[in-house]
């Protein structure tokens, strides 16, 4: 059998970035991605500036791609009140029907190998990784994982988490309204949920929500659930009323997890999602499933070049980086989602940040990085 030096499960943002990346040193790649390009995904489609310098050494340039700038964020409550500031460091809009396939094209030019099917099993036997996808069977040195925030793969490899039930589920849909600004990202709050707002590459609105299964569960329609709870808030009722939508029906996802993950399970590592999720309002988790592609990108590269770095080393520097640059954000991200839902604190939360804008650039900071080239 032959013995690929990479296999990435999962061809997301993280599994791309890292495919990109390592392509670039001339290794023999092989990733997994069950489903085909282009492709819809449920996501809110902003995307922070941190990491549109690495984007650009990848040969990646949004703004030239069409992505839209961002500058504007503004936040909202059911009852009316709303605040708005500049963003530190702004970002981008693009959808991922757009995006994942522009590095889908990058990554097969650069000789990545793309297989269509979804892995069904890893194992780790004699310093080798052994895959099976479609009942065949691959080997690799490496193993990333990166097939997002839940799959199948998570239950055989023992992840609690994907034993137990998750009460989040998201919907998302694309809609023209002429009247949103094109620089804006803005976050409404509903009973049990919130839902943002942003502009894609082709001038539509991308409107996605994220919801507790219980604020759900008694209308169990979109539609409906759009009506009766989504539209008390005024500015969501607003948008809706305005604008048509895209998709014949929008696309949801359930079972959302926000349990810590490990960063490294069974000698694979894990980017993006997969080894941890932040709360969606953050708007961080792409720019976070491509930093984490990047830091497992420049350890791997070190221990396939360097016979002297071992796998022992390269896993505790890997789990050491990752909790040095994420864990903290996805602490301020559970603290946020907190407040956002709570009925009790979350008008004078808003109305306090809205009184020092200072306070409003602080929090949006705690859950962003830094630019990484
Ligand atoms: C409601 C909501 C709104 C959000 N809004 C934003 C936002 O505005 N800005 C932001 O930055 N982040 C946002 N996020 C977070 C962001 O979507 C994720 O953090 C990001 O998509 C993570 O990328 P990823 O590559 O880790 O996973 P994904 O993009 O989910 O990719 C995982 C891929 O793995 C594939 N896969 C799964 N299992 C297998 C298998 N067994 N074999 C082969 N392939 C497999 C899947 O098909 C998928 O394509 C939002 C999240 C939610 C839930």
Redesign the pocket.
């Known amino acids: 059998m032959k013995i690929h030096d990479v296999i990435i499960?999962?061809?997301?943002?993280?599994?791309l970035t890292a495919a990109l990346d390592l392509s670039r040193y001339g290794y023999d790649i092989v990733l997994?991605?069950?489903?085909s390009y282009p492709h819809h995904?449920?996501?809110?489609?902003?995307?922070?500036n941190e990491v549109h310098p690495y984007l650009k050494t990848l040969g990646l340039d949004l703004l030239a791609e069409g992505a839209v700038e961002i500058t504007d964020f503004e936040i909202s409550t059911q009852n009316g009140y709303k605040t708005a500031t500049k963003l530190p460091l702004g970002g981008m809009g693009m959808s991922r029907y757009a995006l994942d396939n522009l590095l889908y094209e990058k990554a097969s030019q650069q000789g990545v190998k793309f297989f269509f099917s979804?892995?069904?099993e890893v194992t780790y036997k004699d310093d080798l990784f052994f895959i099976t996808?479609n009942d065949e069977s691959y080997s690799a040195k490496v193993v990333i994982g990166?097939?997002?925030?839940r799959?199948?793969?998570d239950k055989s490899l023992q992840r609690g988490f994907s034993f137990e039930k998750h009460s989040w589920l998201?919907v998302?849909g694309h809609f023209k309204n002429s009247t949103f600004p094109q620089n804006l990202v803005a976050l409404h709050n509903f009973e049990g949920g919130y839902g943002?707002l942003s502009k894609t590459e082709d001038g539509s609105v991308n409107f996605?929500?994220?919801t507790s299964y219980n604020s759900f569960k008694k209308y169990g329609d979109i539609n409906e659930f759009n009506r009766k709870v989504v539209s008390k808030n005024t500015y969501l009722k607003e948008f809706l009323d305005e604008a048509d939508p895209v998709f014949e029906n929008p696309l949801s996802?359930a079972q959302?997890s926000f349990q810590k993950k490990e960063s490294i399970v069974d000698h694979i590592l894990m980017?993006?999602?997969?080894a941890g999720?932040?709360h969606?309002l953050c708007?961080?988790?792409?720019?976070?499933?491509i930093h984490s592609a990047k830091l497992a990108s420049e350890l791997i590269h070190h221990f396939l070049e360097d016979t002297t770095y071992d796998r022992a080393q390269l896993e505790k520097d890997y789990r050491q980086v990752w909790n040095r640059t994420f864990k903290r954000r996805l602490w301020y991200g559970r603290k946020l989602q907190h407040l956002l839902l709570n009925k009790k604190y979350i008008d004078a939360g808003i109305r306090t940040a809205g009184a020092s804008k200072g306070l409003l650039k602080f929090i949006i900071a705690k859950t962003h990085g830094k630019s990484i080239v």
Do not use: R
């Open positions: 499960i999962g061809g997301g943002l993280a599994g997994f991605e069950t489903n995904k449920v996501c809110g489609e902003y995307i922070s979804k892995v069904s996808a990166a097939y997002g925030k799959s199948a793969l998201a998302k943002g996605c929500y994220l996802i959302i980017c993006g999602d997969t999720l932040i969606p708007g961080n988790g792409m720019a976070m499933a």
